[in-house]
């Protein structure tokens, strides 16, 4: 069973930066494909950003495409989520999950995830 663990949360400004992190506990997450979620007060968990295991797709929310980015290092068991550009609608608590093989339908779907991490909170102020 994988474990995943999220770093990087904080607060910053608006138009300021983070880079979450997320650390796996196995070496066999390279064939995991790799998503972020986030979780805002009051309302549902929504996909952010995911990596095909092959690392040859990746897909974003409409809403953070050009701002995010996520990546990982093999070789370190790691993934990250770059963020720039945050707004105070980017506050949440950020999730990030591994789906393994067979996998889920849509890199997209939480459902699909079979794996999370606790979440780091991530507050974007005005």
């Known amino acids: 069973q994988v474990q995943l663990v999220e770093s990087g949360g904080g607060l910053v400004q608006a138009g300021g930066s983070l880079r979450l992190s997320c650390a796996a506990s196995?070496?066999?997450?390279?064939?995991?494909?790799m998503g972020w979620f986030r979780q805002a007060p009051g309302k549902e968990r929504e996909f952010v950003a995911a990596l095909s295991w092959s690392g040859s797709t990746t897909s974003y929310l409409g809403d953070v495409k050009g701002r995010f980015a996520i990546s990982r290092d093999i070789d370190k068991n790691m993934v990250y989520l770059q963020m720039n550009r945050l707004n105070p609608e980017d506050t949440a608590v950020y999730y990030c999950?591994?789906?393994?093989?067979?996998?889920?339908?849509?890199?997209?779907?939480?459902?699909?995830?079979?794996?999370w991490g606790q979440g780091t909170q991530v507050t974007v102020s005005s």
């Open positions: 999950a591994a789906d393994r093989p067979p996998y889920g339908s849509k890199l997209t779907e939480i459902a699909g995830y079979d794996y």
């Open positions: 196995e070496r066999t997450f390279s064939s995991y494909n």
